[in-house]
């Protein structure tokens, strides 16, 4: 994945994080992505450090639904059969 997919994957995850306080009128505790110091705006920073950004973010999104004990998406077989997107 190439630096600036990154940090628009980066920004997407802030932004989901983002919404989803803003639905539940709740914050989304994220101490330990917090505390790495990297935010989407912070191009001059490694690949590396953004790929562990996101994913300690996501890891503290989805800990955060788990703890509140929040419905998980079920998909009905019905959906599973639709295309969704073709690759060509």
Same mark, same amino acid.
């Given at each position: 994945m190439q630096k600036e997919e990154l940090l628009h994957l980066h920004m997407l995850m802030v932004h989901v994080k983002r919404y989803f306080e803003e639905i539940c009128g709740e914050e989304i505790?994220?101490?330990? %992505?917090?505390s790495l110091d990297v935010s989407p705006v912070h191009i001059h920073k490694n690949k590396k450090f953004h790929k562990e950004a996101i994913l300690i973010l996501g890891e503290e999104i989805?800990? %955060?639904i788990r703890s509140r004990n929040m419905p998980l998406l079920e998909y009905t077989n019905e959906a599973l059969q639709k295309k969704v997107a073709v690759e060509h």
């Open positions: 505790s994220t101490q330990r %992505y917090m989805v800990s %955060y």
